[in-house]
Nanobody, 125 residues
């Protein structure tokens, strides 16, 4: 599966953005999807994850209550709604796919076999 992330941009603190991750191929609906982010000089960190059937949703502690992940398999798309943005949310955001094998290792980077190219989110203070 190939992934294309988009929707990043420059926004003021307190603002919102909606990121999209579009996948290619007929098997997109069989993949669990995760969003990660990486700021300059920092390690890549887990942001949110959604299972292939949307019944499992997970968030990183720093974004709980502010970000919402959703998916539309008919559109081969996963979305990440970013609200109440803070300057510390500034990073490149990546979506990644993990083939469903009975368990969702949502925060484990090594479990994701496919990655999008990333989209830059910049939050000004």
């Amino acid at each position: 599966v190939q992934l294309q992330a988009s929707g990043g941009g420059l926004v003021q603190a307190g603002g919102s953005l909606r990121l999209s991750c579009v996948g290619s191929g007929r098997t997109f609906s069989t993949y669990n999807i995760g969003w990660f982010r990486q700021a300059p000089g920092k390690e890549r960190e887990f942001v949110a994850g959604i299972s292939w059937h949307s019944d499992e949703v997970y968030y990183g502690d720093v974004v709980k209550g502010r970000f919402t992940i959703s998916r539309d398999n008919s559109e081969n798309s996963v979305y990440l709604q970013l609200n109440s943005l803070k300057p510390e949310d500034t990073a490149v955001y990546y979506c990644a796919a993990q083939y469903y094998l009975g368990a969702f290792y949502y925060s484990q980077i090594s479990r994701y076999g496919y990655w999008g190219q990333g989209t830059q989110v910049t939050v000004s203070s």
